[in-house]
């Protein structure tokens, strides 16, 4: 069973690019979250989704950044006209359903995104 | 709101001795713990999780962590380092309307010397 899949790696864009982070559950995983961890800090959510629904977004900056898990396919994280600020590592985790607050989240390897 | 708090940014130990990484809690009720390791360049590994069965928690690679209301800690220990331990460590408590978003500590970086 291959474990949370993240693509790319790493990714470079330059000021006001825009970037997309893609984001493949584990097999049978319908819950995918997303976090960001800035150099030096401890990781910060971002948005939990469920497929088709954003079901907590309270971590999303209010501009420029969007989430999506589409019925067929990756789970995408999407921020437009990216600044310095962006830089940092963005993990995503999934998730079975039904377990609530005891839920394992099992993380991917990251998308280290530099904006040059 | 509920939240931790590592009270060691660095740890250093020596191989074959033990391991102890702090962590306090806040909760205005009983809280999901969890403890997730991180190697450089990788994600992150569930190391063990507390979930009010039992305050005593063992984990992989024989890390445990003690669940301890009346101190509101849940510090993670190892009775005897390895070189492979070295690695930044987070604790974890679960928050929100769904138990699902994950609110993580700092991080300690645990270095073994050999």
């Known amino acids: 069973n291959a474990g949370v899949m993240q693509n790319p790696r790493h990714l470079v864009r330059r000021r006001g690019q825009e970037a997309r982070l893609r984001c493949s559950p584990m097999k049978g995983h319908s819950h995918v979250y997303w976090y960001r961890q800035l150099p030096e800090e401890g990781l910060k959510f971002m948005v939990y989704l469920q497929k088709e629904n954003i079901i907590d977004e309270s971590g999303m900056p209010k501009e420029r950044f969007s989430a999506e898990f589409p019925k067929e396919g990756p789970s995408i994280l999407r921020i437009q006209q990216v600044v310095r600020g962006d830089s940092a590592a963005y993990f995503c985790?999934?998730?079975?359903?039904?377990?609530?607050?005891?839920?394992?989240?099992?993380f991917g390897p990251g998308t280290r995104l530099t904006v040059l | 709101a509920q939240s931790v708090t590592q009270l060691d940014s660095h740890v250093s130990v020596s191989e074959g001795t033990p391991v102890l990484l702090r962590c306090n809690y806040s909760s205005s009720y009983s809280p999901s713990l969890f403890w997730y390791v991180q190697h450089p360049n990788k994600g992150l590994q569930l190391l063990l999780k507390?979930?009010?069965?039992?305050?005593l928690v063992k984990g992989i690679n024989g890390f445990e962590a003690e669940f301890k209301k009346s101190e509101t800690s849940f510090h993670l220990t190892k009775p005897s380092a390895h070189m492979s331990d070295a690695a930044e460590y987070f604790c974890v408590v679960s928050v929100g309307e769904y138990g699902n978003k994950l609110v993580f500590g700092a991080g300690t970086i645990l270095r073994v010397k050999s």
């Open positions: 507390y979930t009010s069965a039992a305050t």
């Open positions: 985790a999934s998730s079975p359903p039904g377990q609530g607050k005891t839920t394992e989240q099992f």
